[in-house]
Nanobody, 124 residues
Framework: QLQASGGGLVQAGESLRLSCAAS????????VGWFRQTPGTEREFVAA???????VYADSVKGRFAISRDNDKNTVYMQMNSLKPEDTALYYC????????????????????WGQGTQLTVSS
């Protein structure tokens, strides 16, 4: 199971860190990604970190967001800086078990397990 947390209400330009905690004992064998969704839109890829540490970002967040993982704590973090009103969304984390040589997945269909979302609202 995955539990996303850390969302909230911030002003544009501020920072926030999301956490995705997993209950799996072999968390290190999973790629973990973050997606976001606003009402009436498709779920959008934000960032992902692979089993071997490979990282991919959506162009819209490159240079502002940073994803990292702590396998000892079964947790993936996403540090979000220079937040913009357009970052407002419900953020979901997702995980999928992969082989160590697999490329980091970055589409919703690649991920098998999903957590509940955490809401981020960025005011202008």
């Amino acid at each position: 199971q995955l539990q996303a947390s850390g969302g909230g209400l911030v002003q544009a330009g501020e920072s926030l860190r999301l956490s995705c905690a997993a209950s799996r004992r072999i968390f290190s064998e999973y790629a973990v990604g973050w997606f976001r969704q606003t009402p009436g839109t498709e779920r959008e890829f934000v960032a992902a970190i692979g089993r071997s540490g490979g990282i991919v970002y959506a162009d819209s967040v490159k240079g502002r967001f940073a994803i990292s993982r702590d396998n000892d704590k079964n947790t993936v973090y996403m540090q979000m800086n220079s937040l913009k009103p357009e970052d407002t969304a419900l953020y979901y984390c997702a995980a999928t078990r992969t082989i160590i040589t697999a490329p980091t997945p970055k589409t919703a269909a690649d991920f098998r397990s999903w957590g509940q979302g955490t809401q981020l609202t960025v005011s202008s």
